[in-house]
């Protein structure tokens, strides 16, 4: 009856065997994450001699610009803006299914473009499709594709996982139809899918305006934009000409979503706006798992908001998003010399030098609030996976368990099968407040390996025995 309630499954004999592989990969410098800071690595390592792995979760390189339009070069913005059109100036697309086979095939062409250098180098291996699990010693890596555990040894390696959007805590933010930013434009981008009729969008940076352009140029009505920020803060170019077409609330936040079985409403200080989606673009957390796991530290940056890494091993190095670079152009400048120095740590060529590596990123506006939760009488979920909401985790440190990690394993956040992906930076910031204590005294939990749930069979390997 437990195992019932719990929801645990059965394991059923009758499941056919699987067919798994392994396979033993080396490389003067692997790079993992293919967005625009790993595909600079990869070419600059690449281009000084080095044998590069360049390693993707997804199936096509680009990472955030296969699907966010800010910072994308002219070229593709133009493209983008034509594909949406008709000759007549309206949208193409449509409520229920967003007619976007002109812009997918044009988009995957201009893609393609991009990616042909670092495909066609002959010093480069891409590996799409591909989750590198862990970090071991001496740069041991652990990675599977599909069916197949490769085992890949690299002398130096560079890190361009990028960040994960992170939610924000308020009543009822369990409800289906509540989504991060960037879910609402995958799934708008990538799959042609519009996850409503009419959206409310909560944000907190420039990241939550482009979320409100990309719907409304999918045809999806705005009800309202509930910036965090005062108007003097908000520094997107989108917000003068949304600000004339939708509803903007100025320096407010979202109090509660209304509805039974699917969001209805959302509650903005006393005014109720009805809407069947609402998009939360409040903030990023480094993917920093492989870092931590390799001995690199993380601090808390007081002036972004992020926990960012600071120090890293030997012959580790990190670029892009992970790094708290969010433009594009500065990506690729990290990037870049990112493949440099993990090159020349590799035996070829020298490293960049100090006033090499002093080059400025471009100004980044704030991208990561630090309101995290939103009071209120309702239930407020911390972490999805495991069902813990903020009371949990205020009952779990008023009972001594008052120590990150300790508070982990009592009250299961992040324990689920994603590790606190999204939760674990919320989780953090609740429990200093709980303790009165900052940030950077909290710290962060340990991160392991795998970094993802895998099949028991793509660690068992091909079948050997006859059955």
Not at 91 to 113: C, P, V, W
Not at 331 to 349: D, H, K, N, P
Not at 378 to 401: A, M, N, P, Q, W
Request: net charge neutral.
């Amino acid at each position: 009856m437990l195992r019932l309630a719990a929801g645990l499954g059965q394991v059923h004999r009758e499941t056919p065997r699987g067919e798994f592989g392994k396979q033993f990969l080396h490389a003067d410098v692997a790079v993992i994450g293919g967005g625009p800071a790993g595909i600079s690595a990869a070419q600059e390592a690449a281009e000084r001699g080095a044998r590069v792995l360049l390693f993707d979760e997804n199936s096509a390189l680009g990472g955030q610009l296969q699907f966010y339009d800010a910072d994308l070069p002219k070229s593709l913005t133009e493209l983008r803006s034509e594909a949406f059109s008709n000759a007549d100036g309206s949208r193409n697309f449509r409520h229920a299914a967003l007619e976007s086979a002109t812009y997918a095939s044009q988009m995957g062409r201009t893609m393609t473009d991009f990616q042909t250098p670092v495909a066609s180098h002959p010093n480069i291996t891409v590996l799409t499709d591909t989750v590198v699990l862990g970090w071991y010693d001496d740069n041991w890596l652990a990675a599977v594709q599909d069916a197949r555990l490769l085992k890949i040894r690299a002398t130096s390696l560079v890190l361009a996982t990028g960040a994960y959007e992170m939610p924000l805590v308020f009543d009822n933010n369990d409800l289906p139809g509540v989504m991060l930013g960037s879910a609402v434009q995958r799934l708008l981008r990538l799959y042609g899918v519009a996850p409503g009729k009419r959206a409310m969008v909560m944000s907190a940076n420039d990241d939550g305006w482009q979320v409100a352009a990309d719907l409304e140029r999918a045809g999806i009505e705005i009800a309202a934009i509930v910036e965090e920020r005062a108007r003097v803060q908000c520094t997107s170019p989108l917000a003068a000409a949304l600000s004339r077409r939708a509803p903007v609330f100025w320096a407010q936040t979202i109090k509660q979503a209304r509805g039974k079985g699917a969001v209805s409403g959302a509650v903005i200080g006393e005014r109720t706006i009805e809407c069947e989606l609402i998009a939360v673009s409040v903030g990023w957390t480094p993917a920093s798992d492989l870092i931590h796991q390799a001995g690199g530290k993380s601090e808390y940056n007081i002036a972004r908001g992020e926990i960012l890494p600071t120090t890293f091993p030997p012959g580790i190095f990190a670029a892009g998003r992970v790094m708290g670079t969010h433009n594009v152009n500065g990506q690729r400048i990290e990037g870049r010399l990112a493949g440099w120095s993990a090159a020349a740590f590799a035996g070829f060529g020298d490293a960049p030098t100090d006033a090499e590596r002093a080059q400025q990123k471009p100004f980044e506006p704030l991208r990561t609030s630090t309101r995290v939760k939103v009071a209120g009488s309702g239930k407020r979920f911390l972490c999805y996976r495991e069902d813990v909401t903020d009371h949990d985790l205020e009952i779990s440190v008023e009972e001594g368990d008052d120590n990150i990690e300790l508070l982990k394993r009592y009250s299961t956040i992040s324990m689920g099968p994603c590790q606190g992906k999204m939760c674990a930076l919320n989780t953090i910031h609740l429990c200093a407040r709980a303790n009165r204590a900052t940030v950077r005294e909290t710290g962060t939990t340990t991160a392991r390996p795998p970094i993802i749930p895998l099949k028991l069979g793509a660690l068992a390997g091909q079948n050997l025995e006859s059955v």
